[in-house]
Nanobody
């Protein structure tokens, strides 16, 4: 089973930037299905960005601000977040695989506040 560990979160002011990293270890990492989700307090988990079969999908709320990428050699996923807004605050989760093979990281906090 694959293990996913997120890093790079923290506190940033509105308009700032953060770069999240997701490092994979073990077996089961799929370069064809990776992504980031987030969950704000009191809200359900929502899709942020995914790469599935080489197609990139972004949530409407993050388009033109966030960029997802992957490293197929080192088995890592990244999320560059620019022009951050307070509503981007939440716990961000890295994921890989689909359906029965999907795995999740433990999540990392991102707080956008002045």
């Amino acid at each position: 089973q694959v293990q996913l560990v997120e890093s790079g979160g923290g506190l940033v002011q509105p308009g700032g930037s953060l770069r999240l990293s997701c490092a994979a270890s073990g077996s089961g990492f799929s370069i064809y299905a990776v992504g980031w989700y987030r969950q704000a307090a009191g809200k359900s988990r929502e899709l942020v960005a995914t790469i599935i079969n080489n197609k990139i999908t972004y949530a409407d709320s993050v388009k033109e601000r966030f960029t997802i990428s992957r490293d197929n050699v080192n088995l890592a996923v990244y999320l560059q977040m620019n022009h951050l807004k307070p509503e981007d605050t939440g716990v961000y989760y890295c994921t890989t695989g689909l359906g029965l093979t999907q795995s999740w990281g433990q999540g990392i906090q991102v707080t956008v506040s002045s």
